[in-house]
T-cell receptor
Framework: AQSVTQLGSHVSVSEGALVLLRCNYSSSVPPYLFWYVQYPNQGLQLLLKYTSAATLVKGINGFEAEFKKSETSFHLTKPSAHMSDAAEYFCAVSDPRYGGATNKLIFGTGTLLAVQP | DTAVSQTPKYLVTQMGNDKSIKCEQNLGHDTMYWYKQDSKKFLKIMFSYNNKELIINETVPNRFSPKSPDKAHLNLHINSLELGDSAVYFC??????????????FGPGTRLLVL
């Protein structure tokens, strides 16, 4: 069974500092991996996804993530944090053997990012 | 021009009541989902539908009954509400079958509180 683990339920950074949110996955096959962001009282929005093309994936709002098979990781980074980045971030995995409506996204437990002025 | 919309946004009700949550997407997607997010922010899929057909039915009490009148709508009816049903329920949609790397688009959520 697939799963993702997000290390650190809360991360606090200063404005302008590097953001690093960790995600490790467990999967019997090369997975597809996603990062979603949830702003307060809103639904989830896709930041970026890895679907077996380039291992370094660039997303919206200056975020990027690198798929490292040897480390089973898909950490999310941003060089310089903005106050507007404060939100909950979810890593998710899906099994490429299952298509469309049969495909379940398995979410991690989320990391709450706080950005200090 | 909201892509995925849900009503109501907030729902406060008593134990034992029956309630419904509605979801509509205007993206032309074939597949829709219901997720439950608990108080610890853990998000878990409940159901998925493709073109009005139930595809995924996770281990959810049969008090929860999804209904899809057409591919743009997926409603969730909950009978005999319990305290443990209190959560945020998210509707989502994606393009369709065969594309397992698709983006899912989420609605704003319905915050259900059972007293």
């Amino acid at each position: 069974a697939q799963s993702v683990t997000q290390l650190g339920s809360h991360v606090s950074v200063s404005e302008g500092a590097l953001v690093l949110l960790r995600c490790n996955y467990s999967s019997s096959v090369p997975p597809y991996l996603f990062w979603y962001v949830q702003y307060p009282n809103q639904g989830l929005q896709l930041l970026l996804k890895y679907t077996s093309a380039a291992t370094l994936v660039k997303g919206i709002n200056g975020f990027e993530a690198e798929f490292k098979k040897s480390e089973t990781s898909f950490h999310l980074t941003k060089p310089s944090a903005h106050m507007s980045d404060a939100a909950e971030y979810f890593c998710a995995v899906s099994d490429p053997r299952y298509g469309g409506a049969t495909n379940k996204l398995i979410f991690g437990t989320g990391t709450l990012l706080a950005v200090q002025p | 021009d909201t892509a995925v919309s849900q009503t109501p946004k907030y729902l406060v009700t008593q134990m034992g009541n029956d309630k419904s949550i509605k979801c509509e997407q205007n993206l032309g997607h074939d597949t829709m989902y219901w997720y439950k997010q608990d108080s610890k922010k853990f998000l878990k899929i409940m159901f998925s539908y493709n073109n009005k057909e139930l595809i995924i039915n996770e281990t959810v009490p049969n008090r929860f009954s999804p209904k899809s009148p057409d591919k743009a709508h997926l409603n969730l009816h909950i009978n005999s509400l319990e305290l443990g049903d209190s959560a945020v329920y998210f509707c989502a949609s994606s393009q369709g079958l065969g594309a397992f790397k698709e983006t899912q688009y989420f609605g704003p959520g319905t915050r259900l509180l059972v007293l």
